[in-house]
């Protein structure tokens, strides 16, 4: 028989960078991964609003210290100077999550469709593979190369109305797959992380009251998740025990994709 062997739990000192970082679940897995010891670079569209994260998070005590960077995951050239400036600023990636995003619902004969599309896949889809792919010689050079792709249970199903979203995730999931089968031979694991219902930015606007019908109707569990739910799936994803785990895509929302009515 043999002996047991002690998998490492532990990601201090890694370095990950975190895209659609400055609110809602960005906000949470970085300043979960800070406090597990990992640096951070916390990357947005508004600096000032990075600027602000990285304050709290540098200033909570943390053993692992947050790096802010303003980038727009639509913008190539963005993107690759930005993970240049966080390999340079912590001397390396270890971890890319890919996490920002938004949400526009139009029918598809509204005039406001096409644009709506074109940046829903840009940020949401190919802005993921543009982040992977600049990060790619810094994962290679790394003990523990992990990636996470935040899709949604609209990349498992959909609702009326959401057709750029619901395309853009199941993108998501397609490319996750994709990318374990291709990267796994690298020892790069590549995994996929789809909230359901989460009290961020995106569901701030619904009334509360809606909120609470939905959830008792919807949810198993009667409620709305919450950003650091998700953010500690996304942390248990990372880790250096996690060495065995690729191209899944797993949910997060209090069981809505296994209620049938």
């Given at each position: 028989?043999?002996?047991?062997?002690?998998?490492?739990?532990?990601?201090?000192?890694?370095?990950?960078?975190?895209?659609?970082?400055?609110?809602?679940?960005?906000?949470?897995?970085?300043?979960?991964?800070?406090?597990?010891?990992?640096?951070?670079?916390?990357?947005?569209?508004?600096?000032?609003?990075?600027?602000?994260?990285?304050?709290?998070?540098?200033?909570?005590?943390?053993?692992?210290?947050?790096?802010?960077?303003?980038?727009?995951?639509?913008?190539?050239?963005?993107?690759?100077?930005?993970?240049?400036?966080?390999?340079?600023?912590?001397?390396?990636?270890?971890?890319?999550?890919?996490?920002?995003?938004?949400?526009?619902?139009?029918?598809?004969?509204?005039?406001?469709?096409?644009?709506?599309?074109?940046?829903?896949?840009?940020?949401?889809l190919t802005g993921h593979q543009k982040m992977i792919?600049?990060?790619?010689?810094?994962?290679?050079?790394?003990?523990?190369?992990?990636?996470?792709?935040?899709?949604?249970?609209?990349?498992?199903?959909?609702?009326?109305?959401?057709?750029?979203?619901?395309?853009?995730?199941?993108?998501?999931?397609?490319?996750?797959?994709?990318?374990?089968?291709?990267?796994?031979?690298?020892?790069?694991?590549?995994?996929?992380?789809?909230?359901?219902?989460?009290?961020?930015?995106?569901?701030?606007?619904?009334?509360?009251?809606?909120?609470?019908?939905?959830?008792?109707?919807?949810?198993?569990?009667?409620?709305?998740?919450?950003?650091?739910?998700?953010?500690?799936?996304?942390?248990?994803?990372?880790?250096?025990?996690?060495?065995?785990?690729?191209?899944?895509?797993?949910?997060?929302?209090?069981?809505?994709?296994?209620?049938?009515?």
């Amino acid at each position: 028989m043999q002996p047991y062997k002690l998998l490492s739990r532990s990601i201090a000192g890694h370095k990950a960078i975190i895209t659609g970082a400055a609110s809602g679940m960005g906000r949470a897995t970085a300043h979960l991964f800070a406090s597990e010891g990992a640096h951070v670079a916390v990357t947005d569209l508004d600096q000032a609003k990075c600027d602000a994260v990285a304050n709290e998070i540098n200033d909570a005590g943390y053993s692992g210290r947050a790096f802010p960077l303003a980038i727009d995951v639509s913008d190539e050239a963005a993107i690759n100077s930005g993970v240049e400036a966080v390999a340079g600023e912590f001397g390396g990636i270890d971890i890319v999550i890919n996490n920002a995003g938004f949400a526009r619902h139009a029918p598809i004969e509204d005039e406001s469709y096409p644009g709506i599309w074109d940046a829903s896949i840009a940020a949401m889809l190919t802005g993921h593979q543009k982040m992977i792919r600049a990060a790619m010689p810094h994962l290679r050079k790394s003990d523990c190369p992990r990636i996470v792709n935040i899709a949604s249970t609209e990349g498992l199903g959909a609702t009326p109305g959401n057709s750029p979203y619901v395309a853009a995730k199941h993108g998501v999931i397609g490319l996750t797959r994709g990318l374990a089968v291709d990267l796994g031979r690298d020892g790069i694991t590549v995994n996929c992380i789809c909230p359901g219902p989460i009290l961020t930015g995106i569901t701030q606007g619904i009334p509360d009251e809606h909120k609470e019908i939905y959830a008792k109707r919807r949810v198993p569990l009667r409620r709305y998740g919450i950003p650091e739910e998700v953010a500690n799936m996304t942390l248990s994803l990372v880790l250096p025990a996690a060495s065995y785990l690729t191209g899944v895509a797993i949910p997060v929302d209090g069981g809505l994709t296994i209620k049938n009515a």
